[in-house]
Structure formats: C-alpha cells, structure tokens
C-alpha cells in the first residue's frame, strides 16, 4: 500500500485528518532517556487520533547518533501502531545530492516514507525525490506555501501557484491513483487560500501545518478537503507533544479535539 493509500484509508476507517508532529526538544527534558521516553508516550497516546505522524528531521539531527537511533525506534513504533510516517526534512539540492537525499530518507532505510521537499533549486532537482518515491510507494510533499509570516518574501507574486502547477504536472503521470505520490504543503495559517490550492492540485495530498501553536484553527480548514472528507492532513506538534507540560494524556485529548474539531469542520 502506498503512503498515500495508507493515510487514506486510515482517514475513511478511524475518521481522521490529523497529522501529529513529534518534535522532541532537548530543553523540555531532563536528559536524553526522559525525552525518548516522553516521545515514544506521546506516539502511543495519541495514535488512535492520528492519520500519520510526522517527526521533523531538525530536532533528532540535533541529538546526534542517539538522535538518528530515536528516530528509528520512532518509525518502528509507528509501524507497529499501523501508522504511517512523513518525514519533515525539507530537503532539496542539486540533482546529484537530492539523489543521494532521497536514498536517505525515501528508501525506507529509517522507516519513514514519505519527506517534505524544498523546490527552490528547481522543478528537475524534485525528479530524483519524486522517482525514488514512485518507486518505494512513498510520496514527497513539495513547499508550496509555507505557514510562516516571512513565506511571502519569496513566495508571493505567483511564485506558490507555478509550484502547485508543477505538482498537478507531476501528478497526472499516475493517473490510476486516487492521491498520486506528489503531494503538497499549505500552511494551514492561510485558510482563505486553501480552496484555491486544492482546486491548482485537484488530486495532491495536501499537508496543512501550523494548527494549534501558530494560531491556525480547524475549523477554518474545511477548503483542503475533497468533497468525501479526504485529501488533505492538518498537522500539529507542540500543540499536541507539549499540550500541558510533559503530561501525556493531555496530549491524547489535545489529538482528540483537533480530530473532533476537523471533522466537525467538515459536517457543517
Ligand atoms: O513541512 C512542514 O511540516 C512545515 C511546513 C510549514 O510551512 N510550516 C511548518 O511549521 N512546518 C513544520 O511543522 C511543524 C510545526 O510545528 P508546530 O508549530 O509546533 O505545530 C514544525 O516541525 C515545522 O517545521
């Protein structure tokens, strides 16, 4: 089954849009042990709310090899749970190196498969993602347009919509799949944008962070969803990881409510 079909179907049998991030910080602990214990607590908790997770790469790299080790038995947890996992790296480079990034992080070595990609180098730098992805079942998630303030620096002027032109583009080589490998990121802190980008990129999967600590809410997010309630993940980490503290049932009922609230989004 491919990380797309896997989230899917996770979303129509459990009745969820929520992508949970797990973004350990070293300063929330009080030592390396408590926060592998707190983390793999959290993924347990919270995974009958969840349609993947989604650990991002920056806060296991700056653990060093325990960090990489962490993100393992992470992805095996997940696994267990029947959960799929989506790697944020954010990766992009020249071809060659992009080459060698997706061997990395979408060749199923680290139990992840699917990885959040950067277009800036150009539309043929996402080739070596996109091929090795296809070719494992995996997805990439291409940058379209970011949750954060400064995204329009860079990202405004039409610049987003020639991206998610690029992800129609890709996608239409898969034309028997429901969701195509080639998926999207859409901060889910531009809710008036979302029904525009769905409709550029009818069958991407579509990637909505920023829920719960930069402010976006779910109920503002019903314009990601396809008519059937599919299609898209809201994503939240701290607002989930760190809901109350360290205490690790308030972060199952933090991954409740946004559930609840999403699908309460879409009956209204
Ligand atoms: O690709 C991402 O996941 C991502 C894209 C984006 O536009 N904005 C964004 O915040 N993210 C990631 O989503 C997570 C958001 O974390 P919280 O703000 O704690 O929910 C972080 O891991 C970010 O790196």
């Known amino acids: 089954m491919t990380f797309a079909h896997a989230v899917t179907d996770r979303t129509r049998r459990l009745q969820t849009r929520l992508c949970v991030g797990l973004d350990p910080r070293l300063d929330a602990y009080r030592d390396a042990a408590h ?12 995974a009958p709310y969840a349609a993947c997770i989604k650990p991002q790469l920056a806060f ?4 060093g090899l325990e960090g990489m080790k962490l ?3 992470v992805c095996a947890a997940a696994r267990t749970l029947g959960l799929p996992v989506l790697l944020d790296g954010k990766r992009g480079d020249i071809g060659s190196t992009a080459q060698a990034y997706a061997q990395g992080w979408l060749s199923g070595q680290h139990g992840g498969s699917a990885l959040t990609v950067n277009p800036f180098l150009g539309f043929e730098t996402l080739t070596p993602f996109v091929d090795t992805a296809r070719a494992n079942g995996g997805a990439v998630f291409v940058l379209v347009k970011t949750s954060n303030p400064g995204q329009a620096d860079l990202q405004g002027s039409g610049i987003s919509e020639r991206v998610a032109d690029e992800v129609r583009r890709l996608n239409a080589a898969e034309p028997q799949s429901e969701y195509p490998s080639v998926g999207a990121v859409v901060g889910a802190t531009h ?8 409709a550029l990129m009818p069958r991407a999967l579509l990637l909505l962070p920023g829920l719960g600590a ?9 314009g990601a969803f396809d008519p059937g309630g599919t299609g898209a993940l809201a994503s ?4 989930v990881q760190y809901a109350q503290g360290l205490d690790v049932q308030a972060s199952a009922a933090a991954a409740r409510s946004f559930r609840d609230e999403l699908n ?3 009956k209204q």
């Open 71 to 73: 993100l393992e038995e």
């Open 191 to 198: 809710p008036g944008d979302l029904a525009a980008f769905r």
């Open 214 to 222: 930069q402010g976006a809410r779910a109920s503002d997010l019903s």
């Open 35 to 46: 926060l592998r214990g707190h983390t793999l607590d959290v993924l347990e908790a919270t």
């Open 236 to 239: 939240a980490s701290r607002g």
């Open 60 to 63: 296991y790299e700056a653990l």
């Open 264 to 266: 309460a989004a879409l």
